[in-house]
């Protein structure tokens, strides 16, 4: 069993900056892939960014490439979303999720955070 919790989120202008993050509590989290996702007022939930649990392998939509790093600190039981030139499009709510790692190319995941709010203003 893993629980996970969302930090981090909040109001930034277009063009700006943020990091969120993810703590991670239960057995084995280095065993996990990770993945955020996220979901617009009106839109269903769509995927972010997934890491394996080496941190070697990375995966990203093409509507975040290039904007958006994933990153996890398995000593801390952490994983983090860096996200660089923000767009008001990117505004959602943001899940952290965990799964096993064929998560990494099935998108499916066992875990996931309660979710953080992250709003950009144009």
């Known amino acids: 069993q893993v629980q996970l919790v969302e930090s981090g989120g909040g109001l930034v202008q277009t063009g700006g900056s943020l990091t969120l993050s993810c703590a991670a509590s239960g057995r084995a989290f280095w065993r996990y892939a990770m993945g955020w996702f996220r979901q617009g007022p009106g839109k269903e939930r769509e995927f972010v960014a997934a890491i394996n649990w080496r941190g070697d392998v990375t995966d990203f939509p093409d509507y975040v490439k290039g904007r958006f790093t994933i990153s996890t600190d398995n000593a801390k039981n952490a994983a983090y979303l860096q996200m660089n030139s923000l767009k008001p499009e990117d505004t959602a709510v943001y899940y952290c999720?965990?799964?096993?790692?064929?998560?990494?190319?099935?998108?499916?995941?066992?875990?996931w955070g309660q979710g953080t709010q992250v709003t950009v203003s144009s």
């Open positions: 999720a965990a799964g096993s790692s064929d998560a990494l190319y099935t998108r499916l995941y066992d875990y």
